[in-house]
C-alpha cells in the first residue's frame, strides 16, 4: 500500500512534535496538548484513508489530513509558547509539513487517477 511510508513519516512527525514540546517543557501546557492533538491527528487521519474501518472516503480523510497539517503549521508558528523552542527545531517541523503535504497531494492525484487503487 503506497500511503504508508507517508503514514510512517506522519507518525514521525508525531513523535517530533511529543519531543521536542516535553524537551521544551510545553507538553502539558493547554498550547503543547493542542499541538500533541493536531500531530497525532495527521497519521490517523492518512490512516483512515487506507483502512477501512470507518465511513470517510479517502479523499475525505486526506482532506483531513491536509487540514490537520495546516492547524500544526499555524500552531507552530504563530503560538506564544512556541517562542521558547529553538526556531531551527520549529524549521525542521514546518519543513517536515510541507515535506507530507507535497506526499498527501502525490497520494491524493494518484487516487483520482485509478479510483479503484487502494492508493
Known amino acids: 500500500m503506497t500511503g504508508i511510508p507517508v503514514w510512517k513519516r506522519g507518525m514521525t512527525l508525531a513523535h517530533a512534535v511529543y519531543a521536542l ?3 521544551a517543557g510545553l507538553g ?3 498550547d ?3 499541538i500533541r492533538r493536531c500531530a497525532l491527528m495527521v497519521p490517523s487521519a492518512i490512516e483512515d484513508a487506507f ?3 470507518g465511513n470517510l472516503d479517502p479523499q475525505t480523510a486526506l482532506d483531513r ?3 490537520c ?4 503549521r499555524s500552531a507552530l508558528s504563530n503560538s506564544l509558547s512556541i517562542r521558547s523552542v529553538p526556531p531551527k527545531d520549529v524549521e525542521d517541523l514546518l519543513s517536515e509539513i510541507g515535506t507530507l503535504e507535497a506526499e498527501i497531494t502525490i497520494l491524493r492525484h494518484r487516487r483520482q487517477l485509478d479510483p479503484s487503487s487502494p492508493a
Do not use: C, F
Not at 497539517?69 to 500544526?72: H, K
Open 28 to 30: 502539558k501546557t493547554p
Open 51 to 53: 483502512v477501512d474501518v
Open 65 to 67: 489530513a491536509e487540514t
Open 69 to 72: 497539517l495546516e492547524s500544526l
Open 32 to 34: 503543547g496538548t493542542r
Open 21 to 23: 514540546l516535553e524537551e
